[in-house]
């Protein structure tokens, strides 16, 4: 009887067991899932950024292709998909599954018709010496001018102002 007794208790924990593996695996999973920026146009890029997959994942939208994540030494996992030109303007989903847990979160954002402005380099950049040359040269030639011009002008007015 002894025996018996033992068996059906080591059973019942060993069931137990069993059954709680998949519930311990299923909370290890994305968290602090962002997505930057909320809108965005036709053809721009998402940069969507989670905590918890340290063996990488994916993530996946209607607006875009499937995106893998990938993982940096801080344990940060991130992406950043390409949204189609094509996409129809409105709101999406978007899914992270890491590659070790069944769990996926979802996140909205925006597709907003027509593309980004394309802001170009907006004096970001210094004026190289040739530039520079040729402004001294017209401030020089300026200069020289208006000088021209007002000795001539003394001249004419016989010296009087």
Do not use: W
């Not at 602090?32 to 993530?59: D, E, I, K, R, Y």
């Not at 990938?70 to 978007?94: C, E, F, K, M, Q």
């Amino acid at each position: 009887m002894r025996a018996s007794r033992a068996l059906a208790v080591a059973a019942t924990a060993c069931a137990a067991v069993g059954l709680s593996a998949p519930l311990a695996a299923a909370t290890n999973g994305p968290t602090n899932v962002t997505v930057s920026p909320t809108q965005v146009h036709q053809g721009g890029s998402l940069a969507v950024s989670a905590m918890g997959c340290g063996h990488g994942g994916t993530v996946t939208s209607n607006a875009f292709p499937k995106t893998a994540l990938t993982v940096n030494p801080s344990g940060h996992s991130a992406a950043t998909p390409r949204i189609y030109d094509h996409a129809t303007p409105g709101r999406y989903n978007l899914a992270v599954r890491c590659s070790d847990s069944p769990r996926v979160v979802t996140r909205s954002f925006t597709v907003l018709r027509g593309r980004g402005a394309q802001g170009g380099l907006g004096g970001s950049m210094e004026p190289s010496s040739t530039e520079m040359a040729v402004g001294a040269a017209l401030v020089g030639t300026a200069a020289i001018g208006g000088g021209v011009f007002i000795s001539r002008r003394r001249r004419l007015s016989g010296g009087r102002v």
